[in-house]
């Protein structure tokens, strides 16, 4: 309990009402114990003793605890003065007129200026000139209406420059002259603004070139057109062609090299006026601005080409040749905001890569429907594998003299739609891919032909091999070896009559790979095919290292065999090298009787088409093998 000079007087109060009651009434209360005169005598003797005893007592108390408070209150006090002194961050006290009555050592070395010449200023002639009166009625306001005030003001510095403090003010009440003070605590936080600022350096320009980043150029497209909403912009979307080849074959650190050199370059040749920009990666983003027509972009994008085209030279004087695609998004005509204008630039960037890179494409809306339906179809797609709305659909191999007879069977996927269209994979095979989607699709349907291939001994009387084309991306993905081996265990289908169709491109995008896996394939027992041979890489030298069984000629050379005598040579070729090689041929796509009499002349193998069949279903084709008599793939 804390003494306070009320507390004091109640305490001389009731003292002095005791100590009436003891001289009034303790002579008689003494009477009225005892007769005995010596006793009474006695008493009156020590009772004046006892009331000095008592005073006495009541006195050191109060002493006491009187020099208790003010032996707390001066430590105290005396820690508040330390803190005051010591604390690093500037304190001052200012009255009612917001002029500085007390300062720290710590504000005196932030502001600069000696004790003796801040006692008494306006503290409003130390702030910087960002901060107007309105802004000091904000606070005073604040105070008011909650006792204190927290927030950012910049005041003058020693060298007179500006510096940001975090500042918090508190009301102390009235003082001795019953005017109001408060309390001023200010925390340098230059290092803080300048970590600030080095993070929007980061977040805002490209650290490897320089470049305003995406998100800087976003900020100033949304300001330019709400600052400008009538003026005309394009913007011109650049891809560089193949870069990853360079980070390929020379590394990382110079496709960084390159990507600086490409963007000093463009911005050398820049049209006036426009602003370029490093979006990531090997894209950039050109903006130009009030443009009067095409031909104006036209140029930009002439030029722009034109630069990328010319040679690079690196820091390892290495010589480098690069190409550019580049899409255009034009403001008003094709998009109502900035994140449009790199969106639909993005958009035709694509297109021009379609169209055969090094090139220049304009958005348009049709892009926007293509993208609206692909996203639909990546939707259904997802929602068809959880459905298992897909189903396979076989296709005959031939082979044979005289009338060919089945050797084995192709699986084809098929989507079965709920609305009862049967759609083939060129409808949405490359968005499943797009997707990643393709990698489920393809273990489900390898999968699905072992268990049919190992169920037809029991339903055609005989094993029949069963070919699966695979996709790049399972071939990728490293989990290939695994699903293979899976499918053939859970199906119980002996790993010869698993035939695994392989196009070229695929093996020469990973030829280390690529061998190694199609050995672990033939170590399982598998049979692999090089699946439309002649329309890919075609290298003899290549086909040496690759470990396959059979070549697949793909259809595109079988259509006009009849009429091209070209086609016929090449075929005959494709055949005679196959055989040297001690690999099987299949022709694909053989429609009609003179096709196969042709391809028999040649020497070749076995045939596929519809001269013999066109996908039937798992049903379907089971009824037409148990009609047919059987062969076996020549080997």
């Not at 805002?204 to 976003?218: N, V």
């Not at 028999?600 to 013999?612: A, E, K, N």
Request: aromatic residues 8%.
């Amino acid at each position: 309990m804390k003494l306070r000079g009320s507390y004091a007087l109640m305490v001389a109060l009731v003292y002095a009402a005791a100590g009436a009651l003891w001289i009034l009434f303790s002579d008689g209360l003494v009477e009225r114990m005892t007769d005995d005169m010596a006793v009474l005598a006695a008493f009156q003797a020590y009772k004046w003793w006892l009331f000095v005893l008592a005073s006495a007592v009541l006195v050191f108390w109060l002493s006491w605890r009187v020099l208790a408070e003010q032996h707390s209150l001066i430590r105290r006090l005396r820690q508040t003065a330390i803190v005051f002194e010591r604390t690093h961050e500037g304190v001052i006290i200012t009255d009612h007129r917001n002029r500085i009555t007390e300062v720290n050592p710590a504000f005196v070395r932030m502001v600069g200026r000696p004790e003796v010449l801040l006692e008494g200023v306006d503290l409003a002639t130390l702030h910087s000139s960002r901060h107007d009166t309105d802004f000091f009625f904000h606070i005073r306001h604040h105070i008011h209406e909650r006792g204190y005030w927290t927030g950012e003001i910049w005041n003058l510095g020693p060298d007179g420059s500006e510096q940001p403090h975090q500042v918090t003010v508190t009301h102390l009440g009235a003082g001795r002259d019953g005017q109001d003070r408060y309390a001023w605590i200010f925390t340098d936080i230059t290092r803080l603004k300048e970590a600030q600022k080095r993070l929007e350096d980061l977040a805002y320009h490209d650290a490897l070139t320089g470049l305003p980043s995406r998100l800087q150029i976003s900020d100033l497209l949304r300001r330019q057109l709400a600052d400008s909403p009538q003026q005309k912009m394009a913007a011109l979307y650049v891809d560089l062609d193949h870069f990853r080849n360079v980070n390929d074959s020379f590394g990382h650190p110079v496709g960084d090299d390159l990507l600086v050199l490409v963007a000093r370059r463009l911005q050398s040749r820049l049209p006036e006026g426009a602003l370029l920009a490093h979006l990531g990666g090997d894209e950039f983003l050109i903006v130009l601005k009030d443009i009067s027509g095409e031909q104006q972009i036209e140029r930009c994008a002439q030029s722009t080409l034109k630069a990328v085209a010319e040679p690079f030279v690196l820091p390892n004087q290495r010589e480098v040749y690069v190409r550019a695609s580049i899409g255009i998004a034009m403001y008003p005509d094709d998009a109502g905001s900035a994140m449009e204008m790199l969106q639909y630039a993005n958009a035709a960037m694509f297109e021009a890569k379609k169209a055969g890179r090094n090139a220049w494409h304009y958005f348009s809306a049709q892009m926007v429907r293509r993208a609206s339906q692909r996203l639909q179809l990546d939707a259904r797609l997802r929602r068809a594998l959880e459905r298992e709305e897909f189903t396979l659909h076989f296709m005959p191999i031939m082979a044979g003299p005289g009338t060919p007879r089945p050797c084995a069977t192709e699986a084809l996927l098929r989507w079965q739609q709920a609305d009862g269209n049967l759609l083939a994979p060129e409808h949405f095979i490359a968005a499943a891919e797009e997707t990643g989607l393709v990698v489920p699709l393809g273990r489900w349907a390898l999968e699905s032909a072992c268990q049919q291939a190992a169920r037809w001994p029991e339903l055609i009387g005989r094993p029949l091999p069963v070919a699966v084309n695979l996709s790049a991306q399972q071939f990728r993905t490293g989990g290939l070896l695994a699903d293979v081996e899976h499918a053939l265990e859970q199906s119980g289908l002996a790993p010869a009559m698993l035939h695994l169709e392989l196009t070229e491109s695929m093996l020469m995008e990973q030829i280390e790979t690529g061998q190694n896996l199609l050995g672990q394939l033939r170590e399982l027992g598998v049979h692999v095919s090089l699946d439309d041979f002649g329309t890919g890489y075609s290298s003899l030298s290549y086909l040496r290292r690759f470990d396959v069984d059979t070549l697949k000629i793909d259809q595109s050379f079988i259509t006009e065999l009849v009429e091209k005598a070209a086609d016929r040579d090449l075929v005959s070729a494709i055949i005679s090298m196959a055989h040297c090689l001690h690999l099987n041929v299949v022709a694909e796509g053989v429609g009609d009787a003179s096709q196969l009499e042709i391809l028999r002349r040649l020497g070749c193998d076995c045939y596929q088409g519809y001269l013999f069949s066109p996908p039937l279903s798992a049903s379907e084709i089971t009824s037409w093998l148990a009609g047919q008599q059987q062969t076996t793939v020549p080997g």
